[in-house]
């Protein structure tokens, strides 16, 4: 179970020499502005695939038994801006289960429809600084969950979806996370069968959350509702449409359908940047600088406000359950595309 466990932080990026002559020098790698051109930023994210599809350390995911039958040399990388523009390279069209990124956009609905202070009430917007399943955690925090982004607040989160029925509630989830893609996005039953037939620790989690009076729906209905919404099928190119929506104040730039509130895209972002790699945000923030989320069928999304979305897709995770390859990719492109919301460049006369 060691991707349970997340005891070993982010990879160490020492190596990967992002501010030598390695990466293309760009006069565009600060937060402010706009993403280069389609053409600059497909022969980037050419790099980064070429780069790093190599390596091969990580393994795939297998204590969800049909995660375990991942390709493991499967690499996509696709970026989305907000003005729609979309490139992409590898296995970037391969559909995957979206499991834990679902967490951020399902928040973003349910803020949307509850507003910044009752969510903020009722599920919590800090880091636990333990493992994303924790027990201890909840039983700590008095029953808080503390933040939407683990599963104790994901499950809760989920459980507050509009909606007198599981039914309901599951259509809610289902069409908002697919206006987020663009498109709509299908069940994958296989996934969903197996995690169903491994989920007792959520099934857990959510009794507990009940005991201490925050599940006011049946916890079992909700745990069911939050596995389906962890087995909907993605791939890349979704992943950047969705977090581009983000980075565009709650637009889908391809559709033009307005989401969500822009006040929801800034409540999700902070949660992201603070929660989004689990304990070991501070990590991410320090070394790639972007909002993000993982999941652990290797995906990873991204978000530069104002700027577009990336997502990636690797199946082999380190230790902490991260894609090996996209956290790469993902800092690479940090910082050759712009990408770093705290990077700046003296300014005035």
């Not at 390709?71 to 696709?78: K, M, N, Q, V």
């Not at 507003?115 to 029953?143: C, I, K, Q, W, Y």
């Not at 492109?333 to 460049?345: E, R």
Request: glycine share 10%; aromatic share 6%; proline share 5%.
């Amino acid at each position: 179970m060691a991707y349970l466990e997340r005891q070993t932080p982010l990879p160490d990026f020492s190596t990967d020499a992002v501010h030598s002559d390695e990466v293309p020098e760009q006069e565009n790698v600060v937060s402010t502005g706009t993403l280069p051109e389609v053409e600059r930023v497909h022969a980037l994210i050419e790099t980064a695939h070429e780069r790093y599809r190599g390596l091969d350390d990580g393994k795939v995911a297998d204590y969800i038994p049909s995660l375990g039958e991942a390709d493991p040399a499967l690499f996509g990388i696709s970026v989305c801006g907000v003005g729609g523009q979309t490139t992409s390279v590898g296995d970037s069209t391969h559909p995957f289960s979206i499991q834990s990124i679902s967490k951020v956009f399902v928040f973003a609905l349910v803020c949307h429809e509850l507003g910044h202070s009752e969510v903020s009430r009722r599920v919590g917007v800090n880091n636990t600084g333990l493992p994303f399943n924790s027990v201890m955690a909840l039983e700590l925090s008095d029953g808080d969950p503390r933040n939407p982004l683990v599963n104790a607040g994901a499950i809760t989160t989920t459980s507050l979806a509009p909606g007198s029925t599981a039914a309901e509630k599951w259509d809610f989830v289902q069409r908002g996370l697919s206006r987020f893609a663009g498109r709509r996005l299908e069940l994958d039953e296989k996934v969903y069968a197996s995690e169903s037939a491994t989920n007792q620790r959520n099934m857990a989690i959510a009794r507990l959350l009940q005991s201490y009076g925050r599940m006011h729906v049946d916890p079992i209905q909700a745990t069911d509702v939050y596995t389906r919404q962890c087995s909907l099928l993605v791939t890349a190119e979704d992943l950047a449409v969705m977090a581009a929506t983000l980075a565009n104040g709650g637009v889908n730039p391809i559709t033009r359908e307005k989401v969500i509130d822009a006040s929801v895209c800034r409540d999700t972002l902070a949660v992201m940047a603070t929660s989004g790699l689990y304990e070991f945000s501070g990590d991410w923030l320090f070394e790639v600088g972007i909002p993000a989320k993982s999941g652990v069928s290797g995906g990873i999304v991204t978000v530069a406000p104002g700027k577009g979305g990336l997502g990636t897709f690797s199946p082999r995770l380190d230790p902490a359950g991260n894609s090996v390859r996209g956290q790469r990719a993902a800092r690479f492109l940090s910082h050759s595309l712009g990408l770093d919301i705290f990077a700046s460049t003296p300014g005035g006369a």
